[in-house]
């Protein structure tokens, strides 16, 4: 580590005073919130104003898959900012033909064009609104246990409980279940009896809607904020071939699972399968300037050849942004990172949970791939009750809050959701910091047991 955190505890008091003057923070209840103040970041560690380090499990929104400032990426902002700061999006500019570039030579199949946005939930609005006047359709299904963003469209899409009090406005959303062999909706008992029911199910649910009436489906290749659900082998493969069937469009969702976090550039490439939208953000350019965008199908992009596409924002495609990926994606090239984090989740963590898993009662599942992990913690592991129920708040989420602060304790910052710890960190993690992040785990995994039965 090059950079050495330093105590100021003076400094840190002072950030902290003008946040809680003036900063209006999103997804809380403004008057019960500690935020940490931050002082600096370096590869998979952050630190706080007393010197504290934190091996960063996180990766702050699961975003951060190039780790901490990386130099190639800050030197490219750096050196963009000099040159070129911003345009308008209606300009072809050098940085954001070469960033189009290369995400279109990755991603899989003909998605060849891509529209740029500022973020996920930017994506996913614009997948939606292309699905719907290529097919002249209205409705969009989307998968219960599923996140796709917090604006309009996107937050209605979204499957999740925080959806229940902002959903006003769904219109045209149907929701379906997507499989989830360890809480399955289905009953089921094997991955290919789940495999088979939910796309029965789906098929179902497209029936009773109408086919002419569904522009699209939307599913997250790998759901990740919701629980990290891998799919079983076939169910995306039949989902796809559902879509062609009815001439619905298929969106797939890897704002949080492409960019190396599964191990391969995108989750789709371990099922074959390729979308006809598909939304990325994150580990574009693991965050450091605002960036996401949709990769478009030549047919879909076909459709707007001739009649114009509404939708863009005046940063689309930022300058700053597109330095940002093109050193991100070459560094990820150059550096073999993609491999690196497929390694690791192979031989490091995987196993490396599972073990831990023995050990600790309130773990009820451990499931994931590359650098993309859930623990699913259970309050009793015979029938699977969740340490903490849905959408718990105050005492009810002690528990969770218990394991979080052991975990801090330690060292650790983990990203803990509902009753699961996700580890999420990033895919330059090394084997030493893996297997350091899974000791502090390990141990702070004894507060969650205290409240198993
Ligand atoms: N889609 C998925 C799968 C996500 O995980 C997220 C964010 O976590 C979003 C969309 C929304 O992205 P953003 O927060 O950049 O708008």
């Not at 704002?255 to 994150?282: C, E, I, N, Q, S």
């Not at 910091?433 to 004894?446: F, N, S, V």
């Amino acid at each position: 580590m090059s950079v050495q955190p330093s105590s100021d505890p003076a400094a840190g008091a002072a950030v902290k005073a003008a946040d809680r003057a003036h900063v209006f923070h999103s997804w809380s209840a403004q008057g019960l919130i500690d935020p940490l103040a931050i002082a600096g970041a370096e590869g998979s560690y952050f630190w706080d104003y007393d010197g504290k380090r934190y091996l960063d499990f996180s990766c702050q929104l699961v975003n951060t898959n190039i780790g901490h400032q990386h130099p190639k990426v800050v030197a490219a902002i750096q050196e963009q900012a000099a040159k070129l700061c911003t345009i308008a999006p209606g300009f072809a500019v050098d940085v954001r033909s070469e960033a189009a570039r290369l995400v279109a030579e990755r991603t899989p199949g003909d998605l060849d064009k891509i529209f740029f946005t500022n973020g996920g939930a930017e994506a996913v609005e614009n997948a939606v609104r292309m699905a719907r006047l290529h097919t002249g359709r209205s409705k969009v299904l989307s998968a219960y246990r599923s996140y796709h963003g917090a604006t309009a469209a996107a937050i209605n899409l979204t499957g999740d409980p925080r959806r229940w009090p902002s959903d006003t406005a769904s219109a045209g959303v149907v929701h379906f279940w997507a499989p989830f062999l360890y809480r399955s909706p289905f009953h089921a008992d094997s991955e290919a009896q789940e495999c088979e029911r939910a796309l029965r199910h789906l098929e179902d649910t497209i029936a009773f809607e109408g086919p002419q009436t569904i522009a699209a489906i939307i599913l997250e290749t790998i759901p990740g904020t919701a629980g990290i659900m891998v799919p079983p082998p076939g169910y995306l493969a039949g989902v796809r071939e559902i879509c062609d069937r009815y001439g619905i469009v298929f969106i797939l969702d890897e704002v949080m699972a492409g960019f190396g976090r599964t191990g391969h550039w995108f989750a789709a490439d371990h099922f074959g399968v390729t979308p006809d939208l598909l939304t990325f953000a994150k580990g574009v350019n693991s965050g450091y300037v605002p960036l996401g965008g949709v990769a478009i199908s030549a047919e879909i992009a076909a459709t707007f050849d001739q009649r114009p596409y509404p939708g863009g924002l005046t940063y689309s495609g930022h300058p700053l942004a597109c330095a940002s990926a093109i050193a991100t994606i070459n560094a990820m090239a150059e550096e073999g990172i993609v491999e690196n984090a497929a390694a690791i989740g192979e031989n490091v963590i995987g196993p490396g949970l599972r073990e831990i898993a023995e050990r600790h009662p309130s773990v009820g599942e451990v499931r994931g791939l590359g650098v993309f992990w859930a623990l699913d913690l259970v309050r009793d592991e015979e029938t699977r009750e969740p340490l903490v129920p849905y959408n718990a708040s105050g005492a009810d989420n002690q528990p969770m809050a218990d394991f979080a602060a052991a975990c801090k304790r330690g060292g650790l910052w983990p990203f803990v959701n509902m009753n699961r710890t996700h580890v999420v960190p990033p895919c330059t993690v090394t084997e030493a910091e893996a297997k350091e992040g899974l000791a502090i785990l390990d141990e702070a995994l004894g507060a969650a047991d205290a409240h198993t039965v």
